[in-house]
């Protein structure tokens, strides 16, 4: 009984690690996909155009997800607390 206890615990930590950080990759991955196709009709290769842009729109992505975040982190982490103490007790 322990043993599903623990996995159940690990995861949902995996799950919320994977969801907080989804809004940021997704972004990167965004920008960094309309940059490379700006890139290839331009035909400007410069591998360190990409980077600004990336770091402006990660930093926007976190403002603007950072209420949502930290509510499902909360209430995720109440949850994982709850588990715990079946796993303890």
């Known amino acids: 009984m322990e043993e599903?206890?623990?996995l159940t615990i690990f995861q949902k930590v995996l799950v919320l690690t994977m969801?907080?950080?989804a809004?940021?990759?997704i972004t990167s991955i965004a920008v960094g996909l309309l940059i490379s196709i700006v890139q290839s009709v331009t035909q400007?290769?410069?591998?360190t155009l990409t980077f600004v842009?990336?770091?402006f729109a990660c930093i926007l992505a976190l403002i603007v997800c950072m209420?949502?975040?930290l509510s499902v982190f909360i209430s995720r982490t109440n949850e994982l607390?709850?588990?715990m103490?079946?796993?303890i007790g």
Do not use: G, T
């Open 4 to 6: 599903e206890v623990f």
């Open 19 to 21: 969801e907080m950080c």
């Open 23 to 25: 809004p940021v990759l």
């Open 44 to 47: 400007i290769q410069e591998s």
């Open 53 to 55: 842009p990336k770091i």
């Open 67 to 69: 209420p949502w975040m």
């Open 81 to 83: 607390f709850d588990y």
């Open 85 to 87: 103490r079946a796993f």
